[in-house]
Structure formats: structure tokens, C-alpha cells
């Protein structure tokens, strides 16, 4: 992953490589690659129009999703 500057923003590149045209390989490393940048969820999230009071919400019920989830990681590391 290459990172340059152009005109004050922050344009992040992904690469990926394919080796002995294997390209179905590649292709699965470009979504895994993806996915894990956070792409797919994103384009669900902006597939349609949230009015900012509902995004209000959805935000702070991604919060405590994510609250609950650390809070369950550390019950299980401490027994």
C-alpha cells in the first residue's frame, strides 16, 4: 500500500499482485483486502440517504455494539 499527497488530500493506493496469471487469486485478495479497509460496509451505508438524526442513531448503536463486544473479550481473557 503506497500512500501519496496530492494538492492537500491523502489518496491511498491498494496493490495487488498477480503472480503466474493466477488471476482468481488475485481478485480474492482485492476483496479481502477490501473488506478489511472497511469498502463493502461503507457502500452498504451509503447506498441510500440517512437523514442525520437516524445516522445519529446508527452510530451510537454501532458504539455500544462495539462496547459490549470488548466488554465480552475481556470476560473471557480474565477466566
Known amino acids: 500500500m ?8 491523502e489518496a491511498n493506493f491498494l496493490r495487488v499482485r498477480v503472480f503466474n496469471n493466477n488471476i482468481e487469486k488475485a481478485i480474492k485478495d482485492l476483496k479481502r483486502k477490501l ?3 472497511g469498502f ?23 458504539a ?3 462496547r459490549n463486544k470488548k466488554g ?8
Not at 40 to 62: C, G, H, I, M, N
Open 35 to 37: 473488506s478489511k479497509e
Open 2 to 9: 503506497g500512500l501519496k499527497i496530492r494538492c492537500g488530500w
Open 64 to 66: 455500544a455494539k462495539r
Open 40 to 62: 463493502f460496509t461503507e457502500l452498504k451505508e451509503r447506498k441510500f440517504y440517512d437523514k442525520p438524526s437516524v445516522r445519529k442513531k446508527k452510530k451510537a448503536l454501532k
Open 72 to 79: 465480552k473479550k475481556r470476560t473471557i481473557k480474565k477466566q
